[in-house]
């Protein structure tokens, strides 16, 4: 069966322009209520931001073998339950028959800040990871075969982001890799880990300037932690599925 990849660069051009929008008019909407200084935050609460990506997913997904799938993507059904905690909440969650198909999340790193900012989503995804596959071999899921485990990352294209970081560490030195590493490429370093550790099924880091509410411009900084990766393997993996069920 040949993967369907759904026109996958076109969606994303859209989803970011998209992000960028929603992210402008919840800026707006606060700024028109007074409260100017909570502008960047409204943009990052806004919730809506990745729902172009939701919307990728949600094609490859329907496209490679599972339309009768449940697919859920309101918040009140995407928890799952931990090991190290009760449960964790996801961006999306695939079911078929009874069994989990798939789990995703989907985040987003726009400056200022972003040494503090890195360091927090690099915690919570490798802490995540963790929670979720000592469920999975405890029995949490039940008896069934290993999930798609996905995360994509998009950051903002910005001095901040793409300008060398130098780091302290009086006592051992930092590895190699990361030295004068931006966070950019911190980024692409973590995905890369966090697959090779089998920690995520698949893991993306893309990055777009703010003129891509203009533009629809994205890059990705490797083939290994870029978009076709993140979609052929999802899609690999639901076709897989769909076989393995025979629907």
């Known amino acids: 069966m040949t993967l369907n990849l759904v026109d996958f660069e076109r969606k994303a051009r859209s989803a970011v322009e998209s992000f960028w929008k929603n992210r402008e008019a919840a800026k707006l909407k606060q700024i028109e209520s007074g409260n100017a200084d909570h502008g960047e935050r409204a943009g ?27 697919i859920h993507q309101g918040r009140t059904m995407l928890t799952l339950p931990g090991y190290f905690r009760p449960t964790k909440l996801w961006d999306l969650l695939v079911v078929h028959n009874g069994a989990l198909v798939a789990a995703i999340e989907l985040k987003s790193h726009v400056g200022p800040s972003f040494g503090n900012n890195f360091n927090n989503r690099t915690e919570e995804a490798i802490g995540s990871a963790c929670d979720f596959w ?15 485990v996905g995360w994509l990352m998009l950051v903002e294209d910005a001095p901040g982001s793409s300008s060398p970081v130098k780091d302290k560490s009086p006592h051992f030195p930092v590895f190699e890799e990361f030295q004068g590493a931006s966070y950019l490429k911190r980024y692409e370093l973590l995905c890369r ?55």
């Open 193 to 247: 880990r966090l697959v090779q550790e089998g920690l995520y099924t698949a893991a993306a880091v893309l990055s777009t300037p703010r003129s891509a509410l203009e533009t629809e411009a994205y890059s990705e900084l490797s083939p290994m932690t870029g978009l076709r990766q993140f979609v052929a393997a999802l899609a690999g993996h639901v076709a897989a599925e769909a076989a393995r069920i025979g629907g």
């Open 134 to 148: 000592t469920a999975f071999r405890e029995g949490a899921f039940g008896a069934q075969p290993r999930p798609f």
């Open 44 to 70: 990052v609460t806004a919730g809506k931001n990745m729902d172009g990506f939701l919307a990728l997913m949600l094609d490859v997904i329907r496209n490679n073998g599972l339309k009768d799938a449940e």
